[in-house]
């Protein structure tokens, strides 16, 4: 399947009541399975319009959002998806928490089976021997791992990403980073991630998609050319340098200011 | 060290609150018909201890069953406030005008409803006089919900009852217990309010009256402070169902 995700020609615009604001107009983005997109672009584009239309929880006005073969009509199972907050419901412990997903998705699993599986996840993030904390007892950065873990305990074929690490300090997030890069390499699945910041986007993703101002059409599509077990050092290198050079160009003429700020 | 704090510290500020009330009526030489001391209220208390049993428990059950209607019609009113926004532009003005009036002008509109039925008229104003905090703050709680906590069950289909039962609802229960503690001690002024203003010879609030009607100002007294231990024990209970239902919200110290 080379399109596992398929954006085509996606217009949507909000009811004001200043009439219809339209935030995406002309969307396309392919993405192959198992592989990594991450989506840039000028704060306030429709970047998080698009994670809920992946996910099916909005329609578009117009186009179609395809996944797998299948075009996106409501909410699947087969979707995990990670905010900016990491929302951990507090009357839970982080282990009950990363076992949410699996009570609406399989509420037949065997209890055990699903804390096993929840535990594991935890152990793969560095939370182990946290499973019975509250969330208030984790730091925000150890709180996101959790949150991740519960987007994929249910082995979605799909992760949605929305800013996941957005409030964490530098080098949590490039902890946060590495973390992600190991998730893939033990279970495949197919990877949506909206950021604002660019070394984040060449760091994770195979593609690297920028939106323009609103309302969003693709703008530009960079294929990131970089071997798929990357090394936080890989950033500091001539190769990806000169793709974050050619992101932060694309990312001046979407907010409009072209050759202003050289 | 913990348990005495809990338990001593709050018996000597009542028994240092006691001390200082018979002092002042002791210095002041008042006699008992203007302000009775502590000293005279045990003989009252064993004198009628039958009446104050069954007072009592008239008056406990009452605000009781008064408190349950209202938690249950209170949190009906507030799931519908909070999850339709034409349902709370609709009810608020009217809950909250209807919350504005003085519950002591509602006795004797209700006695005249309902003639002759006490316990019901009693028990109607128990419940009307203490479920406007409760759906208020679950309403509040409900409406307030950030669409990420929605979202987490949304994005994997699940339906509006099953995110109300895993997320809104727990996640409101700190609120509604807050609003429960303003409720009961509500509740317990709307059954005495019936019991002193319409008298039907029933609960700690008839004890009062006849106190009244035959000078006996130490019973009185008496019946003041055993319906403010009666509130304390409601208050309590009220505590002890928080603790149990909605003790992840406590914060643990440092």
């Given at each position: 399947?080379?399109?596992?995700?398929?954006?085509?020609?996606?217009?949507?615009?909000?009811?004001?009541?200043?009439?219809?604001?339209?935030?995406?107009?002309?969307?396309?983005?392919?993405?192959?399975?198992?592989?990594?997109?991450?989506?840039?672009?000028?704060?306030?584009?429709?970047?998080?319009?698009?994670?809920?239309?992946?996910?099916?929880?909005?329609?578009?006005?117009?186009?179609?959002?395809?996944?797998?073969?299948?075009?996106?009509?409501?909410?699947?199972?087969?979707?995990?998806?990670?905010?900016?907050?990491?929302?951990?419901?507090?009357?839970?412990?982080?282990?009950?928490?990363?076992?949410?997903?699996?009570?609406?998705?399989?509420?037949?699993?065997?209890?055990?089976?699903?804390?096993?599986?929840?535990?594991?996840?935890?152990?793969?993030?560095?939370?182990?021997?946290?499973?019975?904390?509250?969330?208030?007892?984790?730091?925000?950065?150890?709180?996101?791992?959790?949150?991740?873990?519960?987007?994929?305990?249910?082995?979605?074929?799909?992760?949605?990403?929305?800013?996941?690490?957005?409030?964490?300090?530098?080098?949590?997030?490039?902890?946060?980073?590495?973390?992600?890069?190991?998730?893939?390499?033990?279970?495949?699945?197919?990877?949506?991630?909206?950021?604002?910041?660019?070394?984040?986007?060449?760091?994770?993703?195979?593609?690297?998609?920028?939106?323009?101002?609103?309302?969003?059409?693709?703008?530009?599509?960079?294929?990131?050319?970089?071997?798929?077990?990357?090394?936080?050092?890989?950033?500091?290198?001539?190769?990806?340098?000169?793709?974050?050079?050619?992101?932060?160009?694309?990312?001046?003429?979407?907010?409009?200011?072209?050759?202003?700020?050289? | 060290?913990?348990?005495?704090?809990?338990?001593?510290?709050?018996?000597?500020?009542?028994?240092?609150?006691?001390?200082?009330?018979?002092?002042?009526?002791?210095?002041?030489?008042?006699?008992?018909?203007?302000?009775?001391?502590?000293?005279?209220?045990?003989?009252?208390?064993?004198?009628?201890?039958?009446?104050?049993?069954?007072?009592?428990?008239?008056?406990?059950?009452?605000?009781?069953?008064g408190l349950v209607l209202a938690v249950i019609f209170g949190t009906g009113l507030g799931m519908v406030m909070g999850f339709s926004r034409i349902a709370r532009a609709g009810l608020y003005p009217l809950l909250v005008g209807f919350n504005a009036?003085?519950?002591?002008?509602?006795?004797?509109?209700?006695?005249?409803?309902?003639?002759?039925?006490?316990?019901?008229?009693?028990?109607?104003?128990?419940?009307?006089?203490?479920?406007?905090?409760?759906?208020?703050?679950?309403?509040?709680?409900?409406?307030?919900?950030?669409?990420?906590?929605?979202?987490?069950?949304?994005?994997?289909?699940?339906?509006?009852?099953?995110?109300?039962?895993?997320?809104?609802?727990?996640?409101?229960?700190?609120?509604?217990?807050?609003?429960?503690?303003?409720?009961?001690?509500?509740?317990?002024?709307?059954?005495?309010?019936?019991?002193?203003?319409?008298?039907?010879?029933?609960?700690?609030?008839?004890?009062?009256?006849?106190?009244?009607?035959?000078?006996?100002?130490p019973l009185m007294f008496a019946v003041l402070i055993a319906l403010a231990a009666l509130g304390i024990v409601l208050y309590y209970a009220v505590v002890a169902l928080e603790r149990i239902f909605a003790g992840w919200a406590e914060r643990s110290?440092?």
């Amino acid at each position: 399947m080379s399109k596992f995700i398929d954006i085509k020609g996606v217009r949507h615009a909000y009811r004001t009541k200043h009439g219809p604001l339209p935030v995406l107009d002309g969307l396309d983005i392919e993405v192959p399975e198992g592989t990594f997109c991450a989506v840039v672009g000028p704060s306030g584009c429709g970047k998080s319009t698009l994670t809920r239309l992946i996910s099916g929880l909005m329609k578009p006005d117009t186009g179609a959002v395809v996944l797998a073969g299948e075009e996106v009509a409501s909410p699947r199972k087969t979707v995990g998806m990670a905010f900016q907050n990491p929302v951990m419901l507090e009357w839970r412990t982080i282990l009950q928490n990363v076992m949410l997903p699996l009570e609406i998705v399989a509420p037949r699993m065997p209890r055990a089976e699903a804390e096993a599986r929840a535990a594991h996840l935890l152990d793969m993030v560095g939370l182990k021997g946290f499973e019975g904390k509250k969330p208030s007892e984790l730091s925000g950065g150890m709180r996101q791992r959790a949150s991740l873990c519960r987007a994929l305990v249910h082995r979605p074929q799909v992760l949605i990403m929305d800013e996941p690490f957005g409030a964490l300090d530098n080098f949590t997030r490039e902890d946060l980073w590495q973390t992600m890069r190991d998730l893939r390499a033990a279970e495949p699945f197919t990877c949506v991630l909206i950021t604002h910041d660019l070394r984040e986007s060449v760091f994770l993703g195979d593609q690297v998609v920028v939106l323009s101002g609103r309302p969003a059409r693709t703008q530009y599509v960079l294929d990131v050319d970089l071997p798929a077990d990357r090394r936080i050092d890989i950033l500091y290198e001539p190769k990806a340098g000169e793709m974050l050079h050619l992101l932060r160009d694309q990312i001046r003429i979407a907010q409009g200011r072209t050759g202003e700020m050289h | 060290m913990e348990l005495a704090q809990k338990i001593l510290v709050p018996l000597l500020a009542m028994l240092i609150f006691l001390g200082l009330w018979e002092g002042v009526v002791w210095i002041n030489d008042w006699p008992d018909y203007k302000m009775a001391s502590p000293s005279d209220l045990p003989p009252a208390f064993v004198k009628y201890h039958a009446l104050f049993l069954s007072g009592g428990w008239e008056t406990l059950w009452r605000t009781v069953a008064g408190l349950v209607l209202a938690v249950i019609f209170g949190t009906g009113l507030g799931m519908v406030m909070g999850f339709s926004r034409i349902a709370r532009a609709g009810l608020y003005p009217l809950l909250v005008g209807f919350n504005a009036i003085p519950k002591a002008t509602l006795v004797p509109v209700i006695a005249l409803v309902f003639i002759g039925q006490y316990d019901f008229n009693t028990v109607l104003m128990a419940f009307l006089i203490s479920f406007f905090p409760i759906a208020v703050s679950v309403g509040i709680g409900l409406s307030t919900l950030e669409p990420e906590y929605r979202d987490i069950l949304a994005a994997l289909g699940a339906s509006k009852f099953t995110i109300f039962r895993k997320i809104a609802l727990p996640k409101t229960l700190p609120e509604f217990f807050g609003a429960l503690k303003v409720s009961v001690t509500l509740a317990f002024i709307g059954t005495n309010l019936v019991e002193i203003v319409s008298p039907h010879g029933k609960g700690l609030g008839a004890l009062f009256l006849s106190g009244q009607t035959n000078s006996d100002y130490p019973l009185m007294f008496a019946v003041l402070i055993a319906l403010a231990a009666l509130g304390i024990v409601l208050y309590y209970a009220v505590v002890a169902l928080e603790r149990i239902f909605a003790g992840w919200a406590e914060r643990s110290p440092g």
